[in-house]
């Protein structure tokens, strides 16, 4: 267990629609790491958040945001969404604001599919 | 740019046999680079990275991998594998700055009795 929690495990939803990936991260960690995993793509950094602030951004689509709240919890807002976005999504968390160098721990993920 | 290539997709090998899981990276900056671990339904583990330093990382669960700067790899390494270790392996690279990382495409490990 990396103390990294992802909720919701599982999510389903249609085309077109909103979803809310949440995490929260590791006691004392700052730094909150989006990636995203499929079959197509492969691994994609998508964005991270230190200490409420943007600090790094990969590949990650407009119709895409996420943020950071003051209590270090992530949200990770996915919207209008298509078929090629059903994935694993998976949150990461690092101590400090050294960056992407951090040794991040991840959550187990959270699986969308858009049908 | 930089890009990352995890030379095999699959390596099979035997339970005991040792196992090399090679990654080349090529970047225009300096660079960190990343072994994590994937197993089934899970999230990834580190196993290692390198900053600076030595150019052999000594890393989690007996697993090594060395930088080699003038043939841009940092190939993994364990001497005797086990069942366990049966996993995907994935290779990073991210430029010292912090700001961007690249994932392999991932190396399957399966370890046979």
């Known amino acids: 267990d990396s103390g990294v929690t992802q909720t919701p495990k599982h999510l389903i939803t249609a085309t077109g629609q909103r979803v809310t990936l949440r995490c929260s991260p590791r006691?004392?960690?700052?730094?909150v790491y989006w990636y995203q995993q499929s079959l197509d793509q492969g691994l994609q950094f998508l964005i991270q958040?230190?200490?409420?602030?943007?600090?790094a951004k990969g590949n990650i689509l407009e119709r895409f945001s996420a943020q950071q709240f003051p209590d270090l919890h992530s949200e990770l807002n996915l919207s209008s969404l298509e078929l090629g976005d059903s994935a694993l999504y998976f949150c990461?968390?690092?101590?400090?604001?050294?960056?992407?160098?951090?040794?991040?721990?991840f959550g187990p993920g959270t699986r969308l599919t858009v049908l | 740019a930089q890009s990352v290539t995890q030379l095999d997709s699959q390596v099979p090998v035997f339970e005991e046999a040792p196992v090399e899981l090679r990654c080349n990276y090529s970047?225009?900056?300096?660079?960190?680079l990343f072994w994590y671990v994937q197993y089934p339904n899970q999230g990834l583990q580190l196993l290692l990275k390198?900053?600076?330093?030595?150019?052999l990382v000594k890393g989690i669960n007996g697993f090594e991998a060395e930088f080699n700067k003038s043939q841009t790899s940092f190939h993994l390494r364990k001497p005797l594998v086990h069942i366990s270790d049966t996993a995907e392996y994935f290779c990073?690279?991210?430029?010292?700055?912090?700001?961007?990382?690249?994932f392999g495409a991932g190396t399957r490990l399966f370890v046979k009795a």
């Open positions: 970047s225009s900056v300096s660079v960190y």
């Open positions: 990461a968390s690092s101590v400090g604001r050294e960056g992407l160098g951090d040794t991040q721990y």
């Open positions: 990073a690279v991210t430029d010292t700055g912090g700001f961007k990382t690249i």
């Open positions: 006691s004392g960690d700052l730094s």
């Open positions: 958040y230190y200490n409420g602030e943007e600090r």
């Open positions: 390198y900053l600076s330093g030595s150019t």
